[in-house]
Each structure stands twice: as structure tokens, then as C-alpha cells.
């Protein structure tokens, strides 16, 4: 059979929760301080009528299964129940031990014992399991304090372990030797760097003060002492006893000598620095002018390709709905501007007279109400019907002419141009399937223009 007992501790060390009665100096006297039920030190004292003293969590659970004081068999109830003011002072009195008195000291289980039953070749075996007791501590605390002094005692307590506030790796320290930790043992305590003041760990300051841009070095070539920010500057542009090119070597002089030399040599050699120099600047402008010429010639490219564009243009007309906007006999493009006239597309669906009957006819229109009175305009354009399915064979009509349009007889102007039969309505039955009209019932038109040129008329 195994009894567990539980105790109750004042104790708020890490290392252990010490039941109280281990720190009881008077031991003799602490037993008239002893529950009747658990045998333990009161916690919060009741008692009965006749002055029977119990812990108050103890009494009422048995109070619960019968209301009778276990000690003397009195009736007693909840309600009766009193408190022992007088075993609570004596209690908050109680003389302690500091719990950093004693440290923890954890038993080996017991050799286990074996029993066999040879009769029913049962076996029986019996083991102690692992424990815990507590031993005093030669370098623990020796300060005797009252129960009720206790914890504001082990607050301050220099013998309380402590855990180092750098890293966990290092441990814990007792309170009175934690500061000389943090100065003196503790691998993870930070310090300042004393070149450049910036906080690093104690164990990488020997790294960092490899790498300290501000600590202290040596030019490898001239020994002059300076920072190590400064050392790259210095080897490049200061340092007289590095090895450096000419001040001319740019236009030519492949000499190497020290930095401290750099004088005597230009003077020395000033007459061929000046004949390098006069080769040199030929050649520069020898390039640059052909760059200059290649460049310019790209710039005239550029805005020949420019220009050009300005002078073309693309407009792209969809008939949407072709098969009920066909009914309306004539159908017209939105308004356009190109080379400063206004322009529409427009055509006839069925043919614009009695001999082009089943064919579209179709036009390019100068808008002369709001054309420039008094200007032609010479252009080229084509218009396309595309077919969806094969754009190779779309229909293309090519044109030339000059706007606005002189009949025959000089009377009479037209301000449109044109092909009467540019396409065979059958082209555009969708039941067909040849491309023009597809199940978007969609009629695409395309229109490419291009200016040739424009002139005032007399």
C-alpha cells in the first residue's frame, strides 16, 4: 500500500517546495500547533466547542460525511466551527528556518526485494519508490525569522537562487554572488567595445574587435597608424609607398612607381606627357565625330519613322448585329480625322443601284461640310473585309485619288470613292461558313490610309 502525503510549503524557491514542518526550530513545541486529522502544522485553525483544533480545509471535509468532531464525537456542524485567535498568533510567532537553509538531496530507490510462491509459482516483489529529503546546507542561510516574516525575509535572502538575467545557459547563482557573476563569470554579460562604445558579448569581444571599424591598425606598406575605416581610403589615395600608374595613363604612359615618386616623374617626363596626351586627344575626337555622325544619322532615321507615321493611319470599323443592321439598306461609319479632314466610311448593302444589286457597295467619304474650303488632299488607302477564318482571305480594295472629287462634268462634285461591287452578299451568308460572318454576327471592316500630299486650290 502507498500513502501520499501532501504538505504544504511557505517556500517559493525553484529548486524545491520545502514542507513547512522541515523548518520548524522547535519541533517539540510545534506539535500542540498540530492538525488532529492530517498531524500537519494548522493551516488556518478551526475548532469545536471543546477546543479541539483542526486545518480548516481538514475539519470540513469531514464534516461533509458526519457532523461530529472527530476527537471528541461532539456534535458539530460548519456553523459551529471556530477560530482559535490565539493559535493563529502563536502560529504567526512560530520561529522558522530559512528555507535556503537547506538544500534538496534526492534518495536512490530501495534494492527491490523478490518473494516466490514455488506452491502457485506466483511472484511477489516489493520496491521502495524514488524519494526526496532535505538535508542542511553548510553554506546556506542561518537566519531564524516568524511565520509571518518568513516570505518577505526570502524576497531579500542573499542565499535564494537566483537565475542569471543574461542566458539560462549559465545557471542560477545565489543573490549575494549573482552581481559578481555579471561582472566577472557570465560568458553572455554585455560590454562595450572600446573603440567604438557599441555592446557586444564579453566572449565575441575579441571577434568584433577584428572587424571594429574603429579599432586602431596598420598600413601594411608605410606602418602608419590609423582606423580601420579609413585604411581602404588610405591604401588607395594616401599611402606614399604604394604602387600606383601614372597621372597619365590615360593617354598612354604605362609607368608604375611609388605615390611618393608621382612628382618627380611627371616632371621629369613632361614633354612626352604633353606628346601622349596631343595623340591622345586626336584619337578622342576622331571617335567622337564618328559617334556624333552614327547618331545623327539614327536621329534623321527617327524622324523619317515619325513623320511617316503621322501621315498613315488604320481605322477599323465592327458591324455588330450585320444581319438586322443589313435591313437599313445603308450603313455608316462614325466620324474620323486624318491629314485635318474629316472622313466616314459608308456602304450599301445591297448595291447603290440596279446594276450592283447583291453585291456591297462601299465608299471612303470626305466630310465637305467641314472639310478646309479652298485644300485638296492626295491620298492611297485600302479597305479590307476580313474574313475571321482565314485572314489571307480577306477581300482588299486598293484606291488613289484626290479629295475633294471633280466630275466630269465640273459642276458636279463627289465626296465619295469606291468599289460598287467590293463583295458578294452570299460572302457574308452565315449558314455558309466562309468566314466574313460568324456566330458573333459581326461584320469587321478595315481601312488603311495613307497622305501623300495636300495644296491649296485657286
Keep these: 500500500t502507498t500513502t501520499t502525503t501532501t504538505t504544504t510549503s ?83 510567532q512560530l520561529k522558522l528556518y530559512c528555507s535556503n537553509r537547506f538544500k534538496q538531496v534526492i534518495l536512490p530507490p530501495t534494492t527491490t526485494t523478490t518473494t516466490t510462491n514455488n506452491n502457485n509459482n506466483l511472484t511477489m516483489r516489493k520496491k521502495q519508490e524514488e524519494g526526496e529529503t532535505y538535508e542542511v546546507d553548510e553554506r546556506g542561510c542561518n537566519e531564524i525569522c516568524t511565520l509571518e516574516s518568513l516570505m518577505i525575509h526570502f524576497s531579500i535572502c542573499g542565499y535564494t537562487m537566483v537565475q542569471c538575467k543574461h542566458s539560462i545557459k549559465c545557471g542560477t547563482y545565489r543573490r549575494h554572488d549573482i552581481e559578481n557573476h555579471y561582472k566577472t563569470t557570465c560568458a553572455y554579460r554585455p560590454v562595450s567595445c572600446p573603440h567604438c562604445l557599441v555592446d557586444v558579448l564579453v566572449d565575441s569581444l575579441s571577434e568584433h574587435e577584428e572587424v571594429c571599424l574603429k579599432a586602431p591598425v596598420k598600413c601594411s606598406t608605410c606602418f602608419a597608424s590609423l582606423l580601420r575605416f579609413e585604411l581602404q581610403e588610405h591604401e588607395k589615395e594616401k599611402c606614399m609607398m604604394s604602387l600606383v600608374s601614372c597621372p597619365f595613363s590615360d593617354s598612354g604612359c604605362s609607368k608604375m612607381m611609388l605615390r611618393k615618386d608621382i612628382n618627380k616623374h611627371v616632371t621629369e617626363n613632361a614633354i612626352d606627357h604633353l606628346i601622349l596626351m596631343q595623340c591622345s586627344f586626336s584619337s578622342q575626337i576622331k571617335n567622337l565625330t564618328s559617334e556624333l555622325k552614327l547618331k545623327d544619322e539614327k536621329i534623321q532615321a527617327l524622324e523619317k519613322a515619325r513623320d511617316s507615321k503621322k501621315h498613315e493611319a488604320k481605322i477599323i470599323w465592327n458591324v455588330e448585329n450585320y444581319s438586322v443592321a443589313r435591313k437599313k439598306n445603308y450603313l455608316q461609319s462614325e466620324k474620323f480625322q486624318f491629314a485635318g479632314f474629316p472622313w466616314f466610311i459608308g456602304f450599301y448593302t445591297d ?80 449558314t455558309r461558313n466562309l468566314g466574313f460572318i460568324l456566330d458573333d454576327d459581326c461584320l469587321h471592316v478595315e481601312l488603311d490610309l495613307s497622305l501623300k500630299h495636300t495644296q491649296w486650290l485657286l
Design 10 to 92: 511557505t517556500s517559493t524557491t525553484e529548486e524545491a517546495n520545502i514542507p513547512i514542518e522541515i523548518l520548524i526550530v522547535d519541533t517539540e513545541a510545534s506539535k500542540e500547533l498540530q492538525c488532529g486529522i492530517c498531524l500537519q502544522l494548522l493551516q488556518r485553525p478551526r475548532q469545536c466547542k471543546n477546543g479541539h483544533l483542526f486545518c480548516q480545509e481538514c475539519i470540513e471535509r469531514c464534516l461533509m460525511k458526519n457532523q461530529v468532531c472527530p476527537s471528541c464525537r461532539c456534535f458539530l456542524s460548519f456553523v459551529e466551527l471556530g477560530r482559535s485567535l490565539f493559535v493563529e498568533r502563536h502560529l504567526r
Design 351 to 430: 448595291g447603290d443601284n440596279d446594276d450592283c444589286r447583291g453585291y456591297i457597295s462601299i465608299y471612303l467619304f470626305l466630310d465637305e461640310k467641314y472639310a478646309p474650303k479652298n485644300k485638296s488632299v492626295s491620298i492611297e488607302f485600302t479597305i479590307r473585309f476580313i474574313n475571321q477564318k482565314d485572314p489571307l482571305l480577306s477581300i482588299k480594295k486598293d484606291f488613289k485619288i484626290t479629295f475633294p472629287i471633280v466630275a466630269a462634268d465640273s459642276s458636279k462634285r463627289k465626296s465619295g470613292w469606291g468599289d460598287r461591287r467590293a463583295l458578294k452578299n452570299t460572302h457574308l451568308d452565315a
